[in-house]
């Protein structure tokens, strides 16, 4: 259960190969975590300020929706996460898989919830949003019903992962259910295009300019930043309990504990 | 793990087989004339509102309009309050069903477009359709 | 002020979304940290003992 390090040194690609090793391990990705989740997660919260107030108050309302339109500064980047996020998750349970890295499957461990977080966050603002300009919270169109999959293979992830004594086992029952839900991706982004949905189609993740006024985008953009940053800081916090907790009885737990 | 692997799989592609006559949430008025929509049942229409053919009724908060995919044209009856959003010109997506040649509708949502703009750079952009810029009183803002 | 808050009207839909993301990611980011510093006095106990 030792983190192991190789250090490989008779081969040519051996200094590019030991680093990487290195930084895949336990010991030295916890260290990496503790250095840089709190700085990006105080420029996390710089650019939400900043997102906020240009979405909020500098933006000028939307000549059809007025004001409602400013849930999209929360709607948008949330629900963008929801599928980035997936994506990472089912990249890192793929890696747990396929090479038996232990941080892979810390990493999509740490995944599941923060993905439920967003999308969660992207149905209920959608949700708020609908309501006044659609006419109803809910509709049961391609987009809307192929986001609450995702929420439900994040849940099942989740779920999966707790459910069996065994935390390899586990592990790799949850990794399947991510690697294999990643068709669900694609179903998401081009359901507005696919079928008739209530949904509009893209406004900035399409070929060509953004159909979004420039003092819009702005903030917009902002707010994708923060939400991005944010990820990543809550991804290290989440990553370094699991190395922890996973790897309890190894020395270099016991050097963090005893500070 | 090939079997969890095969049975995930296989959920997924049965479900998207069973949704793909349902999966679109609403038929366009060409389908509709088509007789593609269910005969007598109820279902949802999509389409564009015909500009000027919205006609309120006077005393209650029924309203007639004409609801057109450019191809075909059905006639809208609707009896309650209507989104935001909805107006002549504006895409919208009625649950109801045919009555005697007219889509009789309990529930109009309304489609948003994928356009965000400020109120003066939509009507810079009507002024510039219509081929009058600013029409000599209002500088409007020049375009993008 | 008040038509700041106001939201056009919309009030109700634009702050509660902003209420609900603030809720959900304030909530995401700290349980790791309360967690972690749970576990850190844990793991210092173990191996005093």
């Given at each position: 259960?030792?983190?192991?390090?190789?250090?490989?040194?008779?081969?040519?690609?051996?200094?590019?190969?030991?680093?990487?090793?290195?930084?895949?391990?336990?010991?030295?990705?916890?260290?990496?975590?503790?250095?840089?989740?709190?700085?990006?997660?105080?420029?996390?919260?710089?650019?939400?300020?900043?997102?906020?107030?240009?979405?909020?108050?500098?933006?000028?309302?939307?000549?059809?929706?007025?004001?409602?339109?400013?849930?999209?500064?929360?709607?948008?980047?949330?629900?963008?996460?929801?599928?980035?996020?997936?994506?990472?998750?089912?990249?890192?349970?793929?890696?747990?898989?396929?090479?038996?890295?232990?941080?892979?499957?810390?990493?999509?461990?740490?995944?599941?919830?923060?993905?439920?977080?967003?999308?969660?966050?992207?149905?209920?603002?959608?949700?708020?949003?609908?309501?006044?300009?659609?006419?109803?919270?809910?509709?049961?169109?391609?987009?809307?019903?192929?986001?609450?999959?995702?929420?439900?293979?994040?849940?099942?992830?989740?779920?999966?992962?707790?459910?069996?004594?065994?935390?390899?086992?586990?592990?790799?029952?949850?990794?399947?259910?991510?690697?294999?839900?990643?068709?669900?991706?694609?179903?998401?982004?081009?359901?507005?295009?696919?079928?008739?949905?209530?949904?509009?189609?893209?406004?900035?993740?399409?070929?060509?300019?953004?159909?979004?006024?420039?003092?819009?985008?702005?903030?917009?953009?902002?707010?994708?930043?923060?939400?991005?940053?944010?990820?990543?800081?809550?991804?290290?916090?989440?990553?370094?309990?699991?190395?922890?907790?996973?790897?309890?009885?190894?020395?270099?737990?016991?050097?963090?504990?005893?500070? | 793990?090939?079997?969890?692997?095969?049975?995930?799989?296989?959920?997924?592609?049965?479900?998207?087989?069973?949704?793909?006559?349902?999966?679109?949430?609403?038929?366009?008025?060409?389908?509709?004339?088509?007789?593609?929509?269910?005969?007598?049942?109820?279902?949802?229409?999509?389409?564009?509102?015909?500009?000027?053919?919205?006609?309120?009724?006077?005393?209650?908060?029924?309203?007639n309009f004409a609801l057109t995919d450019t191809a075909a044209t059905i006639p809208v009856a609707y009896t309650g309050i209507l989104p935001d959003l909805f107006r002549e010109g504006q895409g919208i997506v009625a649950l109801g069903a045919m009555r005697g040649g007219v889509f009789v509708a309990t529930q109009v949502l309304?489609?948003?477009?994928?356009?965000?703009?400020?109120?003066?750079?939509?009507?810079?952009?009507?002024?510039?359709?219509?081929?009058?810029?600013?029409?000599?009183?209002?500088?409007?803002?020049?375009?993008? | 002020?008040?038509?700041?808050?106001?939201?056009?009207?919309?009030?109700?839909?634009?702050?509660?979304?902003?209420?609900?993301?603030?809720?959900?990611?304030?909530?995401?980011?700290?349980?790791?940290?309360?967690?972690?510093?749970?576990?850190?006095?844990?793991?210092?106990?173990?191996?005093?003992?």
């Amino acid at each position: 259960m030792r983190a192991h390090i190789d250090p490989a040194p008779d081969l040519p690609q051996s200094a590019i190969r030991t680093r990487f090793h290195r930084f895949i391990s336990p010991p030295w990705f916890y260290r990496f975590a503790a250095r840089w989740s709190g700085r990006l997660g105080w420029s996390a919260l710089l650019l939400f300020a900043a997102g906020a107030c240009g979405g909020l108050v500098l933006a000028p309302p939307d000549y059809q929706m007025g004001d409602s339109y400013r849930i999209l500064y929360v709607h948008a980047p949330a629900a963008w996460m929801s599928m980035f996020v997936y994506a990472v998750m089912a990249a890192a349970a793929a890696s747990g898989l396929i090479w038996h890295l232990k941080l892979g499957e810390a990493v999509a461990r740490a995944c599941a919830p923060l993905g439920a977080a967003f999308t969660l966050c992207a149905l209920v603002t959608g949700s708020l949003w609908g309501r006044p300009t659609w006419g109803a919270y809910w509709v049961w169109d391609a987009r809307l019903t192929s986001e609450l999959v995702l929420l439900f293979l994040f849940v099942g992830c989740m779920a999966l992962s707790e459910a069996l004594d065994d935390r390899r086992s586990a592990s790799r029952a949850a990794a399947v259910l991510a690697v294999a839900g990643v068709v669900n991706l694609p179903i998401i982004h081009f359901s507005v295009e696919w079928w008739n949905t209530l949904h509009q189609g893209a406004s900035v993740a399409r070929f060509g300019r953004p159909s979004v006024d420039t003092r819009m985008l702005i903030p917009l953009l902002i707010m994708f930043a923060a939400f991005n940053l944010y990820f990543l800081a809550a991804l290290l916090n989440r990553v370094s309990c699991e190395l922890l907790d996973r790897e309890r009885r190894t020395q270099w737990v016991a050097e963090v504990a005893r500070g | 793990m090939a079997l969890l692997v095969a049975a995930v799989g296989g959920a997924a592609g049965l479900s998207l087989t069973a949704l793909e006559r349902n999966i679109n949430l609403f038929f366009s008025p060409s389908q509709v004339q088509a007789g593609e929509a269910p005969d007598g049942g109820v279902f949802r229409v999509g389409g564009m509102v015909v500009d000027g053919s919205v006609a309120r009724g006077e005393a209650d908060l029924s309203v007639n309009f004409a609801l057109t995919d450019t191809a075909a044209t059905i006639p809208v009856a609707y009896t309650g309050i209507l989104p935001d959003l909805f107006r002549e010109g504006q895409g919208i997506v009625a649950l109801g069903a045919m009555r005697g040649g007219v889509f009789v509708a309990t529930q109009v949502l309304a489609k948003h477009d994928e356009n965000y703009m400020p109120p003066e750079v939509n009507q810079a952009l009507q002024a510039a359709n219509r081929g009058k810029y600013g029409g000599g009183d209002s500088g409007a803002p020049s375009l993008p | 002020m008040a038509e700041f808050f106001a939201m056009g009207g919309y009030a109700f839909y634009v702050w509660g979304s902003y209420a609900t993301v603030t809720a959900v990611l304030v909530h995401q980011y700290a349980a790791p940290l309360i967690r972690r510093r749970k576990l850190l006095r844990e793991l210092a106990g173990e191996a005093r003992s």
